[in-house]
């Protein structure tokens, strides 16, 4: 079983719809957890950090579940421009800090 | 601020060159790092330096080699390549203070070995 699993997707979505995304890692000892947004071609680009039940920014909500061992992202009222590649990331603080990445999911967003 | 600077941005190498992979951050981070990006595929952690020393070393081949001279500074060090190392570098830099473990990444160094 991979540490931090993802569903690939893609989900395509209209704009103006409510999206979201589930994440499942492995060790529970793991602390902190992070959602990363990825454009093609370019470098990972934080999105929210999840340090305790979650984390809302504006149309981005990050929910935790330490009992379940999953993270969620919620993406309302979807653009044009949210269309990218969305990484799960959980830091293994044990390691000396080591991020490890989900697969990514991928989501269109379509006019 | 949260820029972290990696040049070059591109970079072509023979299988029998030397070079360098340079990461630079001034925002005072405590942990940097390397990973790995495939196309279509996520980053791969390559190695971790925190307060300066090296934490992790994720097993990576002998012939990259990383140096991390100050807390500013990073460097990857390139040797004997193979063709299958071709990949795009991705830099990153995280605070360790006051709990926060976030990275932030680079540009990326993207490399075709030939």
């Known amino acids: 079983r991979k540490e931090v699993e993802q569903d690939p997707g893609p989900f395509n979505v209209p704009e103006g719809a409510t999206v979201a995304f589930n994440c499942t890692y492995s060790?529970?000892?793991?602390?902190?957890f992070f959602w990363y947004r990825q454009d093609c071609r370019k470098e990972p680009k934080l999105l929210m950090s999840v340090y305790s039940s979650g984390n809302e920014d504006g149309r981005f909500t990050a929910q935790l579940n330490r009992a379940s061992q999953y993270i969620s992202l919620l993406i309302r009222d979807s653009k044009l421009s949210d269309s990218a590649t969305y990484l799960c990331?959980?830091?293994?603080?044990?390691?000396?800090?080591?991020?490890?990445f989900g697969a990514g999911t991928i989501l269109r967003v379509k006019s | 601020d949260t820029e972290v600077t990696q040049t070059p941005k591109h970079l072509v190498m023979g299988m029998t060159n030397k070079k360098s992979l340079k990461c630079e951050q001034h925002?005072?981070?405590?942990?940097m790092y390397w990973y790995k990006q495939k196309a279509k595929k996520p980053p791969e952690l390559m190695f971790v330096?925190?307060?300066?020393?090296?934490?992790i070393n994720e097993s990576v081949p002998s012939r990259f080699s990383p140096e991390c001279p100050n807390s500013s500074l990073l460097n990857l060090h390139l040797h004997a390549l193979q063709p299958e190392d071709s990949a795009l570098y991705l830099c990153?830099?995280?605070?360790?203070?006051?709990?926060?473990?976030?990275?932030?990444f680079g540009q990326g160094t993207r490399l075709t070995v030939v």
């Open positions: 990153a830099s995280s605070p360790l203070k006051q709990g926060k473990t976030e990275a932030f």
């Open positions: 330096y925190s307060y300066e020393k090296l934490s």
């Open positions: 060790n529970s000892a793991s602390q902190s």
């Open positions: 925002m005072g981070h405590r942990a």
């Open positions: 990331v959980v830091n293994r603080e044990e390691y000396g800090n080591k991020l490890v």
